[in-house]
Nanobody
């Protein structure tokens, strides 16, 4: 069974860069049936999709976030990562990584989530 685990900085200061990593077990991030995504949920708000890295390494970002967001991967470690630059308190959220079924383009398996707080 596939499992995803987020790790990275939990408390960051405004204007700094957030770096999160998702470690995947039970599946390869190169499996053609799936893509891999980052989603966040700010306090009191709904889920927000951030971007996707596909099985071949192609990346797609939410249009408004293109300049601040970068998703990359390490196929040897079977990990994919999120970098979000120029942080503001509005970036405070629980960040999730998830596996996306490319047949439906919907997230299936999720990590447990990691709290990120942007505060000085």
């Amino acid at each position: 069974q596939v499992q995803l685990q987020e790790s990275g900085s939990g408390l960051v200061k405004p204007s700094q860069t957030l770096s999160l990593t998702c470690t995947v077990s039970g599946d390869s991030i190169r499996t053609t049936a799936y893509a891999w995504t980052w989603i966040r949920q700010p306090p009191g708000k709904g889920l927000e999709w951030r971007g996707v890295i596909d099985y071949d390494g192609s990346t797609y970002y939410k249009t408004s976030l293109t300049s601040r967001t970068s998703i990359s991967r390490d196929t040897y470690k079977n990990q994919f990562s999120l970098q979000l630059n120029s942080l503001t308190p509005e970036d405070t959220a629980v960040y999730y990584c998830a596996r996306v079924d490319r047949k439906w383009w919907a997230p299936g398996y999720w990590g447990q989530g990691t709290q990120v707080t942007v505060s000085s």
